[in-house]
């Protein structure tokens, strides 16, 4: 469902601030502006109505979106990582981004389970993980990552992450290279390396990361809820992909939103850690994808700083949500590059192979 005419104005004139804003030299107050203008975007108009009254998963057990599935929970260092576990052989973990969770996976999923376990965790603070005291970096977060991988049995892993999921994924690897084989990273930059030339392209970087309490106040409801995640989704490519329905829930809740907002807090701490470790380059094979439609090859761009094996891949008729808007070029890419090629692949997954 799109925006009504009358929601859509408000949300353009949103946008249309934003970018005024953006040339002017970003700052809170723009965001905040910004923010306040979509969020009186009605319920009636948030493209795809109110959450459902639960979720569709259990929180443990058998999975309802594939048999082959289940759900688990692992404490941690803070708490409890949920996380969603198929399939067998070697271990493929899986580490969305926001405004998301491990849903995000669930079309790429079965495909990827014919040959690797895999693991899909929810980042701590967010979906069915709870929330941590602290600790929202990306360092301190891929500590509790790998712990929660180590109790679940798996030295040695694979990493395929998207968004804010790429920015947790690169310090895993960085600070732990030889458990990590292969890193596959989805549509962001590294905090540091690029990803603050990025902030001019969306208000949401700025508005995230505002100091506490200003974005937990203006986006406060159900209803905020649906207008600002509506209003980026929208955005997509294809928006239609994307289940907004189930992100709209997972962000009901407001400690979960708040959680959220402190990995855009922590932005600053994640740029300055990965430029002081940026001489511990990542030797293992990295796939840098960006989409046709937004990132393109960016990605790549950001890592080179850092890894010394980069290949360059563009998903085609994909915007940012690459998992759910162009599944299938995904599994045809990460097929090649987690495992071996069974033909000569096309020139547009030429970069895939490994």
Known sequence: MQLNRGSALIAMAARTRARRVAGLGWNVLGAIIAAALLVFVTAAGAAAGGPRPGAAEPPVGRARFHPSFTHGRVPVDGGVLHYVRGGSGPALVLLHGWPQTWWEWRKVMPALARTHTVIAFDLPGLGGSTV???????ATTARRIRQAVH???FPRVKILAHDD???????????FPSEVSRLAVLELPLNGFG??????LSWHFRFNSSP??????????RDDVEAYLGGLFDGAHRP????????????????????AYEYYRAFAANAADNQANASRRLAMPVLAMGA??????????????????VREVVAPD?????????????????????????????????????
């Open 212 to 221: 506490k309490p200003l974005p937990e106040r203006i986006v406060s409801t």
């Open 165 to 175: 999921g790429a920015l947790v994924a690169y310090p895993y690897a960085r600070d």
């Open 318 to 354: 994909s915007g940012h949500w690459i998992p759910e808007e162009n599944p299938t070029f995904l599994i045809d890419c990460a097929a090649l590059f987690f495992g071996s090629p069974a033909s000569t692949p096309s020139p547009a997954l030429a970069p895939c192979a490994p």
């Open 292 to 309: 046709q439609h937004v990132f393109g090859t960016q990605v790549a761009e950001s890592f080179r700083h850092v890894a010394e094996d």
């Open 151 to 153: 109790r679940l049995g």
């Open 240 to 259: 239609a992909a994307i289940d907004r329905r189930e992100y709209f829930r997972a962000y009901a809740d407001p400690a979960t939103r708040s959680a």
């Open 132 to 138: 941590p005291p602290g600790g929202f970096d990306a």
């Open 195 to 200: 990803l603050e030339d990025a902030y001019r």
